[in-house]
Every structure is written in structure tokens, then in C-alpha cells.
């Protein structure tokens, strides 16, 4: 569907992207996942015709689209601030591409409505300015002014970032409903880990203008192929010392393993079994997150919540680690 091959992007004498390769494929929802400056919206901007690379070529069904006009990409486009208009209505602000395709008014009409339907915008609120919407509702009006032009695919720069919490967590749930029904392939830029796991099909890791790994929800988190990707995605445990050496790990490398693959008072064949004590312990409902000292450093662990086995800051346990939990580097 949309192909990057060996794209390169400078400014000046600063090069931003190294020899960047994606292949998004057709109705993937498929997310650039990175800390700020490390090359993912340059991308996302190579991609739409906002920025022409220094080489390399983007290509669309097959078709290099590396110099062709932004309006000429099909390329459905959701900003971080939304760009709408605060002073048009909603109604307006999702026609507008439309008018500009000088299409006829019943079917811009028509248009218009069946798109605001399904992004459960009212037609009460397609009549109200958009500075009169919240931020969840402008983000919907954002959505729909991307998808009535009926784009080849959306691509969207961090749009839930100037949203609370709460709201943040609804809209992306909606989010992944609504590319699900539409079928669209998209492409969506955040710094947000567990907004990248949650929505995405596919993840490309950015660090300082480089990929680190491109894969699934599962492959980045759990086969993180760089130290960086381990580190960046999730929380982790690096091990040392006596775990290192009990292990029998590689001295010369770095070992990591994420809490959940820690067990607590737990007996499992083949596993390194520690004395350790609870240092302190995160009450957060649904699990518990501990902090333990054992082989002479404090290791976090996460612990399902049963209601019963809940340990206290002071209190004697073993941790067992098994040796194909680690990751190594």
C-alpha cells in the first residue's frame, strides 16, 4: 500500500532520516511509536508531501508519489491541534475538501452527513461552530474532514495528546472501532507506548532518525530486538550481579527482563529461584506492583491481584526468573 524505500531527509547539513524502509500494507493500522525528535513526524511529513526527501522514494499502490502535490496523494490527514476552523460550523469544517473537489451540493450534503453518523457527531452538532464542541468532539470532526474526501489512507500526528487522561483512553478505544469499520489504512504517530500497543497492528520504533524494529504489539514488547526498543517499550528490569552470573548469562552483555515474567513465591522448573523482601509495594487494584530486593538490587515485579497472596513491605519471598524470559544485548 504505502512503501518507503531508503528515504533520507536533511536540513541543511543535519540529516534527520537515515535510509529509512517501511512497507504499510493495505487496511493495517500501522503506528510510527518514538520520543520527541526522533524522526517519526518527519516521516509521517514524507509520507503526506509536506516534506520531499533528499532521496529515496515513497511510493502508494505501486506508484512513486515522492514529488506529487499533497493534494494529489489521497492522503487523509489528521493534525495534533486538528487545524479545523473555529469560526465555521462543524458541518462546514467537514465539507470543506469537498467544496474545494467543486462537488455538486446535494452530494456534498449527503456526504457530510453519512460520515458525521458514523463518527456519532448529531445534527445539532453539526450546526455549532467547532470552538463551541469539546476537545473529544472537535477530534471526531477532525476525523470525519480526513475521511469524507475518502482518502486512500489517514494519517494522524499524535491527535489525542490535548486530551485528558480519561477522555484519551475513550477516543482511542473509538479510534481503533471506527478504522476497523471504515477499513482504512492508517498511519499514526505518538510518543505514547501504550497508546501504540493498544491501537496499532504493526509498530516501527524510532530512535534519533533510525527504525530500531518494525513489528507487532507482541514482537516489540515481549522479542524487543534492540536495548533501546526494551527500554523505550514498557517498564523493565535490567539484571545484574548474582542474577547475571546465577543465570549464567553472557557478563560482556546487558540483561533485561520485564516485571510480569518475574514470579513471586512461586516454584517453576528450570527457573533461578532468589531470597529477596519487599521493599514496598503500588496498590493498583487490578494488580500489585512490587518492589523487591534480592541478589543485591531492587527488582519490580508485577503481581495479578487475587485478593489473598499480598505481600508487605518487610516480608521474606523468593523471586524466580526464568532464563527464556531475558533479553539480551
Known sequence: MIQLSDII????????????NVHVKEGEFFTFLGPSGCGKTTTLRTITGFIEPASGTVSMKGRDI?????????????????????????????????????????EIEEKVRTIAKKVDLSDEQLAKAVSQLSGGQQQRV????????????ICMDEPLSNLDAKLRVNL???????????????????????????????????NKGYIEQIGTPNEVYNHSQTEFVA??????????????????????KHHFIRLER????????????????????????????????????????????????????????????????VMSY
Open 66 to 106: 515522492t514529488h506529487v502535490p499533497i493534494e494529489k496523494r489521497s492522503i487523509g490527514i489528521v493534525f495534533q491541534s486538528y487545524a479545523l476552523f473555529p469560526t465555521m460550523t462543524v458541518h462546514d469544517n467537514i465539507a470543506f475538501g469537498l467544496k474545494i473537489k467543486k462537488l455538486k451540493k446535494a
Open 172 to 206: 482511542r478505544n473509538e479510534l481503533k472501532k471506527m478504522q476497523r469499520e471504515f477499513g482504512i489504512t492508517t498511519i499514526y504517530v505518538t510518543h505514547d507506548q501504550e497508546e501504540a500497543l493498544t491501537l496499532s497492528d504493526r509498530i516501527a520504533v524510532f
Open 262 to 325: 518475574i514470579r513471586v513465591n512461586h516454584e517453576a522448573e528450570n527457573q533461578l529461584t532468589l531470597p529477596g523482601v519487599i521493599e514496598m509495594q503500588e496498590y493498583y487494584g487490578l494488580y500489585i506492583k512490587y518492589y523487591i530486593r534480592a541478589a543485591g538490587q531492587t527488582l519490580k515485579v508485577i503481581e495479578k491481584n487475587d485478593g489473598i497472596n499480598i505481600y508487605q513491605p518487610g516480608e521474606n519471598v523468593t523471586v524466580g526468573i526464568h532464563p527464556d524470559d
Open 9 to 20: 531527509v536533511k536540513f541543511g547539513d543535519f540529516e534527520a532520516l537515515h535510509n529509512i
Open 231 to 252: 527500554n523505550f517499550i514498557g517498564d523493565i528490569n535490567r539484571l545484574e550481579g548474582e542474577a547475571v552470573s546465577g543465570l549464567k548469562l553472557d557478563g560482556s
Open 142 to 153: 477532525a476525523i470525519a474532514r480526513a475521511l469524507v474526501t475518502e482518502p486512500a489512507i
